[in-house]
């Protein structure tokens, strides 16, 4: 989901750039609440289409406020051009424009990236997840260049990506925050923990939490939402657990995130996305396949996140905590309304 905000910019790192591109005032659009960033299914080496169609509506089902495709959860680096084309069709037609989608790109040459962008751009996307060119380590000046390159690629939307231990690049957030001077970058999505606590509260910094396991302490601080490839397996429990933090109903937030969290550790005991991957076949969802390199989840794993889940509260339960059930989802999708500040949510139903 999108939030429409008027933003006027400060401190010195932004007041630099914006001296620079004289911008003052921005009005834009800025993703908040829960997002999961999807798998690609596989079958029989390639992806699976049906499958991804049927996720995509599950997500839509369960209230979820946008989807990231074609990222790392979506071992979108390992498609072809042709692959991500046909893939992002899928998804989009599933999703019927009940959710927006965004697109991941990413590559060490910034050339490539753009060339992404150019191959996707045909598509209804709601923006691109971009990081900084990973591999080569660039100055600040040359992540700034880098993302320039790319918002003159697209008119649409950008979302930084900081994953220092992916990317071997890490964005401080002066740098952040001067790159959310520019009018196409809208938001962040943040992995880097000391980032997340520097950014949470920042009026002018939408943020969204790409670390797991951070969270809730994320949503509590005040950030946007999340981006978390656990919120695959229980869409519905994440969507409440958003709804408990945004209410201030911290005692049940929290006995929820505990019984979330031995779930959200398994899905990265193994490299991502095969234990997502296992967790859904389980649920009989998808094929738990990947592409190699990377490799299904160990037998031994696969047997630990069956009993993590067994664990989890019904879904019934999980309706039934609120009144409303699944009308809240899609009341918050579509009728969310704010409070004059324009930054904290004000649910229609308590």
């Not at 609440?33 to 079958?43: A, K, L, N, Q």
């Not at 969290?261 to 969802?285: R, Y």
Request: hydrophobic content about 45%; some cysteine.
């Amino acid at each position: 989901m999108w939030r429409t905000e008027e933003e006027d910019f400060a401190g010195a790192a932004v007041a630099a750039a914006c001296a620079c591109t004289g911008i003052a005032a921005i009005s834009r659009q800025s993703p908040w609440g829960i997002w999961v960033p999807m798998v690609t299914p596989m079958r029989a080496g390639s992806p699976d289409l049906t499958g991804a169609a049927r996720l995509a509506e599950r997500y839509v089902e369960a209230g979820a406020n946008g989807l990231v495709i074609l990222g790392t959860t979506g071992e979108g680096s390992l498609l072809s051009t042709h692959e991500r084309q046909v893939f992002t069709a899928a998804v989009l037609e599933a999703v019927h424009g009940e959710l927006p989608v965004m697109a991941g790109v990413g590559a060490v040459d910034t050339r490539a990236v753009c060339a992404q962008v150019a191959e996707l751009d045909a598509f209804d996307l709601a923006g691109y997840l971009v990081p900084p060119p990973y591999y080569l380590r660039p100055s600040d000046e040359g992540i700034v260049w880098h993302f320039n390159e790319v918002a003159r690629a697209t008119g649409r939307p950008l979302m930084l990506y900081n994953v220092p231990k992916r990317t071997g690049c890490a964005m401080s957030p002066a740098l952040i925050r001067a790159l959310l001077a520019h009018p196409q970058v809208s938001s962040v999505k943040e992995c880097d923990a000391g980032n997340l606590r520097a950014l949470a509260g920042d009026p002018y910094a939408t943020t969204l939490c790409g670390e797991d396991a951070a969270m809730l302490d994320h949503l509590l601080a005040g950030g946007a939402g999340v981006i978390a490839a656990s919120s695959h397996i229980r869409p519905d429990l994440f969507v409440r657990l958003l709804h408990l933090a945004q209410t201030g109903r911290l005692r049940a937030a929290r006995a929820l995130f505990a019984k979330l969290a031995p779930l959200i550790s398994l899905m990265f005991a193994e490299p991502n996305p095969a234990p997502v991957k296992a967790a859904l076949a389980l649920s009989g969802v998808i094929s738990p396949e990947t592409r190699l390199p990377l490799r299904p989840a160990s037998s031994a794993l696969v047997q630990r996140l069956e009993e993590a889940m067994a664990l989890l509260p019904p879904p019934s339960m999980a309706r039934d905590e609120h009144p409303a059930g699944r009308a809240l989802a899609r009341i918050g999708r579509s009728h969310l309304k704010f409070s004059a500040s324009g930054k904290t949510p004000i649910w229609p139903l308590s």
